[in-house]
């Protein structure tokens, strides 16, 4: 069974470009997550999708960034434009449609903004 | 809002020597607790978790950890580590059906 997966790997962008990054969870993953780790912080929840629904969008940083999940499969997390603060680790992971089941971690996206 | 307490940031040790790393969590709910491990390179993977039950859970690769309600805790332990434990080690309280991670332990090993 193919893991979570997430595109791309690494992206260095300017400041004030936009910067598009795909995840696609287990197949069969109703529920799908994206957190982010910035350098020397922890890692922490941005929101959370069930299907193709937003069940929790609170850890947003601000409406720079807009998640979607079309047709309840993949999910794209696009920032515009990008400010320095936004590099850091992109992660996305999913769990079964049971509340309370294991995340699964992709192996996230790398993001430096110059 | 729940948050971890992860200490010691930095653990160098020598293969065969012992490690424990501390969780410490704060949240009303019940308490679900992880330890995720991402080696060089690789992405996160869970190490063990606990939802109820016994409070002693094994995990992969010789890890374990104990859960102590009375303290807040959710230490990692493993008597003997080798070369290839060498990782960043995570621990995490899931509420409202998000995790909740501690800065993480970057634990190297020498050979």
């Known amino acids: 069974e193919a893991g979570v997966t997430q595109f791309p790997s690494h992206s260095v962008i300017e400041k004030g470009q936009t910067v598009t990054l795909r995840c696609d969870p287990i197949?069969?993953?109703?529920?799908l997550y994206w957190y982010r780790r910035v350098m020397g912080k922890e890692i922490k929840f941005l929101l959370h999708f069930v299907k193709e629904s937003k069940q929790d969008e609170s850890g947003m940083p601000n409406n720079r960034f807009l998640a979607e999940r079309t047709g309840g499969t993949y999910s794209t997390l696009k920032v515009q434009p990008a400010e320095l603060e936004d590099s850091g680790v992109y992660f996305c992971?999913?769990?079964?449609?049971?509340?309370?089941?294991?995340?699964?971690f992709g192996p996230g996206t790398r993001l430096l903004v110059l | 809002a729940q948050s971890v307490s992860q200490h010691n940031h930095h653990v160098i040790l020598s293969e065969a020597a012992s490690l424990e790393l501390g969780c410490n969590y704060s949240y009303g709910g019940t308490v679900n607790l992880f330890w995720y491990v991402q080696y060089p390179g690789q992405h996160l993977q869970l190490l063990l978790k606990?939802?109820?039950?016994?409070?002693l859970v094994k995990g992969i690769k010789g890890f374990e950890a104990e859960f102590i309600k009375s303290k807040f805790s959710f230490n990692l332990r493993k008597p003997s580590v080798q070369w290839s434990d060498t990782a960043e080690y995570f621990c995490?309280?899931?509420?409202?059906?998000?995790?909740?991670f501690g800065k993480g332990n970057q634990v190297v090993v020498i050979p």
């Open positions: 992971a999913s769990s079964q449609e049971k509340v309370g089941e294991t995340q699964y």
């Open positions: 606990y939802f109820s039950g016994d409070p």
């Open positions: 995490a309280v899931r509420g409202n059906n998000r995790l909740a």
């Open positions: 197949s069969g993953h109703d529920n």
